[in-house]
């Protein structure tokens, strides 16, 4: 499995930004689409979630708003648009497939980094102020 994060830029604050990611491979998506990120000298953290199959969406609480995350089964994509963009959201963003067992396993575990099997290569986000 081969996942492409591509989408990310420079923007300024108060701007959008559409992340997109494409799998590719066998099973590409098997149960969950996640989106990471990382600021410099940060780990890594939980942005927004979802499930292939259902279409159901969690973010972290500082996206909660700000943030749509969307997928298209068919073209095994997956999207994450950010409106309203503050410096603090600059960092490297990654995006993830997870394998869960069922959806009361993903939804206890969907922020866990090690849950996540495939990873994309990640993309920058700078927001400047």
């Known amino acids: 499995v081969q996942l492409q994060a591509s989408g990310g830029g420079l923007v300024q604050a108060g701007g959008s930004l559409r992340l997109s990611c494409a799998a590719s491979g066998r099973a590409a998506v098997t149960y969950s689409m996640g989106w990471f990120r990382q600021a410099p000298g940060k780990e890594r953290e939980f942005v927004a979630a979802?499930?292939?199959?259902?279409?159901?969406?969690v973010y972290a609480e500082y996206a909660k708003g700000r943030s749509t995350i969307s997928r298209d089964n068919s073209r095994s994509k997956g999207d994450l648009l950010m409106n309203s963009l503050k410096p603090e959201d600059t960092g490297v963003y990654y995006c993830?497939?997870?394998?869960?067992?069922?959806?009361?396993?993903?939804?206890?575990?969907?922020?866990?980094?090690?849950?996540?099997?495939?990873w994309g290569q990640g993309t920058q986000v700078t927001v400047s102020s």
């Open positions: 993830a497939t997870g394998s869960f067992s069922n959806d009361f396993d993903w939804t206890r575990d969907y922020t866990n980094t090690r849950r996540y099997n495939y």
């Open positions: 979802i499930t292939w199959r259902s279409g159901s969406r």
